[in-house]
T-cell receptor, first 112, second 115 residues
Framework: DAKTTQPTSMDCAEGRAANLPCNHS???????VYWYRQIHSQGPQYIIH?????ETNEMASLIITEDRKSSTLILPHATLRDTAVYYC?????????????WGAGTKLIIKP | DSGVTQTPKHLITATGQRVTLRCSPR?????VYWYQQSLDQGLQFLIQ???????AKGNILERFSAQQFPDLHSELNLSSLELGDSALYFC??????????????FGEGSRLTVL
């Protein structure tokens, strides 16, 4: 019962910026948006998270719309090693405790 | 290397059997989470333990159980196995009991195949 909507797959040329969109129209005002990625069948890897403001770290940038109903993860200079499934996730209250609810993600393929 | 260790990496067993998956969290992390990932699916949250106590339950079947020991390692027990239980089982850890920062550290998973 994912709370986010992402494209099933995307391609991007190596060296270009990869822009991965995510819709989270039911997100509540105090909920963060998280991004993880999973390379092949390895354990997922945390990328970034944000609430309202745009965020940037050494891996990526996160742009959140003003109404917070959607966001975009930006990998500024994609490399072949960025080929992975990218998950946009929001928290969901479960047993008085927040958990991350995962959807199917976007399969990003970086092409030479 | 996330610092989370899962064993075994691969496991093949038959229907009706019982298996135990083990997870050692990162040093200092008090929470352990278990997830199931079936083929080409997202991760399904199963259960969370914090400092030895069950903190939250997700879509965990009654045939499955888990515990966290005083040394903070955790075990996931799967019994009366069915073909549909074949999946990757991931363990993750975090410092606190709540997913506040969102940064969970995942192990490399245990791939279970039920024949």
């Amino acid at each position: 019962d994912a709370k986010t909507t992402q494209p099933t797959s995307m391609d991007c040329a190596e060296g270009r910026a990869a822009n991965l969109p995510c819709n989270h129209s039911t997100i509540s005002g105090n909920e963060y948006v998280y991004w993880y990625r999973q390379i092949h069948s390895q354990g997922p890897q945390y990328i970034i998270h944000g609430l309202k403001n745009n965020e940037t770290n050494e891996m990526a940038s996160l742009i959140i719309t003003e109404d917070r109903k959607s966001s975009t993860l930006i990998l500024p200079h994609a490399t072949l090693r960025d080929t992975a499934v990218y998950y946009c996730i929001v928290r969901w209250l479960m047993d008085s405790n927040y958990q991350l609810i995962w959807g199917a993600g976007t399969k990003l393929i970086i092409k030479p | 290397d996330s610092g989370v260790t899962q064993t075994p990496k691969h496991l093949i067993t038959a229907t009706g059997q019982r298996v135990t998956l083990r997870c050692s969290p990162r040093s200092g992390d008090l929470s352990v989470y278990w997830y199931q990932q079936s083929l080409d699916q997202g991760l399904q949250f199963l259960i969370q333990y914090y400092n030895g106590e069950e903190r939250a339950k997700g879509n965990i079947l009654e045939r499955f159980s888990a515990q966290q020991f005083p040394d903070l390692h955790s075990e996931l027990n799967l019994s009366s196995l069915e073909l549909g239980d074949s999946a990757l089982y991931f363990c993750a850890s975090s410092v606190g009991g709540q997913v506040n920062t969102g940064e969970l550290f995942f192990g490399e998973g245990s791939r279970l195949t039920v024949l």
